[in-house]
């Protein structure tokens, strides 16, 4: 599945306002207020603000920001290491590409920073260069999951659902064991599908990869469920906007998206309050053959990563689980809750 941002944002700041912040004098040997400084420093710069905003909906390589902001490699680096210094970002090897990535708050300034940031929006020409370098990612999973029926043992090799099925069914249950809808993104063959049409008066489940939807079609058909919907097209674009799902469910999708905070941060919005979130997915790994053999785009995410993202996205975590799956990966299992 493909995820395309269509949050509502307002226009980046120009900078952060400080209020009843001093920065100390960088000759008075307070050690202490040289993050401070380095991090309103990096706040300043209108360009740096907008590279965070990207940098909040996934990790970027060097040359993908370059595309984004229409800038060479030099400068680019030079923005990067303002923000480092700033540890308002930091890097980390994925296959044989280094990618940047937005850290976790720190302080309270930070975590403010971050919260204007993620409600503002890039300007036009910046938005769409953005789309072009997510498209390309978006042909590279496609491409992979065009050729997924005759490659699932591969797919096997990373996570096999039935050893996180049972884990995923009881926790969703157990924070919402019925509802009116029911929406999973990017379902695969359409397993966990007969979970929710058994629960649920109405399931949709949103995919891009015709092949893939058509072994859905086939099992939803051979149950005999009537109340199961498949649409095939790019989430959340071909999806109603408005919050009116009981549950949402990601299961092992995110590693394959290529803007996966946005895309966790759309399924929260069209959850009812008092919503679930259900997220199964990779914990981080080095395994970088998964990127070809398997389409990932990411070797999984850091339990903090996803919280962080969750909680920017009004959701609270309910329960979490981990399984530990064969060649040395792990799943982890969550469910959230939106607020009322």
Known sequence: MTV???????????SLPAQGVAAAHPDNGNDASVPLAQLLKAAGDELRLAILRVLGQSSFGVQE????????????????????????VDKRREGNSIFYRRCLPTSALHGELLDQIDASDLAPAQQQRLAQVLAGRAAQSRAHFARYADDAATEELIADYQQYADIATELLLRAK??????????????????ELGRRFTRVVGYDNAAPIQALARQRIDAAKLQNIELI??????????????????????????????????????????????????????????????????????EEQELLAWAARAGLTQLEAQFVAQ???????????????
């Not at 949050?7 to 980046?12: F, N």
């Open 177 to 194: 064991p019925e509802g009116d809808l029911a929406v999973e993104i990017g379902p695969g063959e359409g397993e966990f599908l007969l």
């Open 65 to 88: 920001l370059c595309d984004v902001f229409a800038l060479r490699q030099p400068s680019m680096s030079h923005h990067l290491k303002v923000l480092a210094l700033a540890e308002l």
């Open 326 to 340: 064969r060649n040395g990966f792990q799943v982890q299992v969550r469910t959230f809750v939106r607020g009322e």
């Open 232 to 301: 095939l097209g790019e989430w959340p674009a071909v999806a109603p906007d408005e919050a009116q799902a009981d549950a949402m469910v990601l299961n092992m999708v995110l590693h394959h998206l290529p803007s996966p905070a946005d895309s966790l941060r759309a399924a929260a919005w069209r959850l009812k309050p008092g919503g679930v979130l259900l997220v199964t997915e990779l914990c981080r790994h080095d395994q970088h053959w998964a990127h070809e053999s398997c389409g990932d785009l990411w070797l999984g995410f």
């Open 4 to 14: 395309t941002a269509d949050l509502p944002a307002r226009p980046l700041p120009s």
